[in-house]
């Protein structure tokens, strides 16, 4: 089955700098690789995804980056700000995310320091 | 706005109990999964299913099994509730893309 590989565990930086959380998966069959914030006490809540016919992909301060050669995965958070703190998750899935289910990584606690 | 509801939000139960938690979706969504979650670990799958009365294992269904007699419903069953079943639940459904989670449940095995 798949393994998903997420680093680092934990990530403080300071409120404006950037933020990377890298994510290596084992399936090449995997085609799907989404993104899942999930704050203190809440549901996770997909924040951004990326399909394996794409490199890259951009939503305001939030972008994935995908190299399926080297089959990781990474997002990356600009001008961090106080409510980005979280635990970030990465996933993937050979069936486009849908009856296969997700196999994620362990997660990462993102803190933002002030 | 997608609605998935889990029946509880914390569950204390004696060791050797059967524990039922429920699942229920608003959207049509075919496919419905159940994930466990403890720190360290991450979100791990239980089992899912992509239709009524379909399921398949996931990556740690031993001392668990699922129902789904109707679409918008996936019940997740400890037939004998042990201490190291003691997490957070987390039930999801999805169409094809984005899957959407419940607010979980905290079972608590004594």
């Known amino acids: 089955g798949e393994n998903v590989e997420q680093h680092p565990s934990t990530l403080s930086v300071q409120e404006g700098d950037s933020a990377v959380i890298k994510c290596t998966y084992s399936?090449?069959?995997?085609?799907?690789f989404p993104w899942y914030k999930q704050e203190l006490g809440k549901r996770p809540q997909l924040i951004i995804d990326?399909?394996?016919?794409?490199g890259e992909k951009k939503d305001q301060r939030i972008a994935v980056t995908l190299n399926k050669t080297a089959k990781h995965f990474s997002l990356h958070i600009t001008e961090t700000q106080p409510e980005d703190s979280a635990v970030y998750f990465c996933?993937?899935?050979?069936?486009?995310?849908?009856?296969?289910?997700?196999?994620f990584g362990k997660g990462t606690h993102l803190i933002i320091q002030p | 706005d997608v609605k998935v509801t889990q029946s509880s939000r914390y569950l204390v139960k004696r060791t050797g109990e059967k524990v039922f938690l429920e699942c229920v979706q608003d959207?049509?969504?075919?496919?419905m999964f159940w994930y466990r979650q403890d720190p360290g670990l991450g979100l791990r799958l239980i089992y899912f299913?992509?239709?009524?009365?379909?399921?398949e294992k996931g990556d740690i269904p031993e001392g668990y099994s699922v129902s789904r007699e109707k679409k918008e419903r996936f019940s997740l069953i400890l037939e004998s509730a042990s201490t190291n079943q003691t997490s957070m639940y987390l039930c999801?459904?999805?169409?094809?893309?984005?899957?959407?989670f419940g607010q979980g449940t905290r079972l608590t095995v004594v």
């Open positions: 959207m049509d969504h075919e496919n």
């Open positions: 299913s992509y239709d009524v009365k379909m399921k």
């Open positions: 399936d090449s069959a995997s085609n799907y």
């Open positions: 990326i399909r394996s016919n794409v």
């Open positions: 996933a993937a899935s050979h069936r486009g995310g849908g009856a296969d289910g997700l196999t």
């Open positions: 999801a459904s999805s169409a094809n893309t984005e899957a959407f």
